[in-house]
Nanobody
Framework: QVQLAESGGGLVQPGGSLRLSCAAS????????MHWYRQAPGKERELVAV????????NYADSVKGRFTISRDNAKNTVYLQMNSLKPDDTAVYYC???????????WGQGTQVTVSS
């Protein structure tokens, strides 16, 4: 069964940090490009960060550059999002997505809530 399971969300004060994890099962993880998206109430889902399958090349939304870091551990079938210097505008449900371009396949996780508030 193909599954992505996010964890690590929660409530944090402005300026704080969280690390999100997304564990994959049922796929050959190393063949998939991994993404983190987020969706705030009343807003469209937006891409936050992406990491390639092979070289580990990363890319970030301008709003999180210098604060967030995406990484992956192919041995653990897990992708991470380290979030530092969090702001109230970072409040959203965070989703991971796995993409295999050769198979034209996308898999989404169920999301994890991140709330930044004092």
């Amino acid at each position: 069964q193909v599954q992505l399971a996010e964890s690590g969300g929660g409530l944090v004060q402005p300026g704080g940090s969280l690390r999100l994890s997304c564990a994959a099962s049922g796929i050959i993880f190393s063949n998939y490009v991994m993404h983190w998206y987020r969706q705030a109430p009343g807003k469209e889902r937006e891409l936050v960060a992406v990491i390639s399958s092979a070289s580990g090349t990363t890319n970030y939304a301008d709003s999180v550059k210098g604060r967030f870091t995406i990484s992956r551990d192919n041995a653990k079938n897990t992708v991470y999002l380290q979030m530092n210097s969090l702001k109230p505008d970072d409040t959203a449900v965070y989703y991971c997505k796995a993409t295999n371009w050769a198979l034209q396949r996308n898999v989404w996780g169920q999301g994890t809530q991140v709330t930044v508030s004092s």
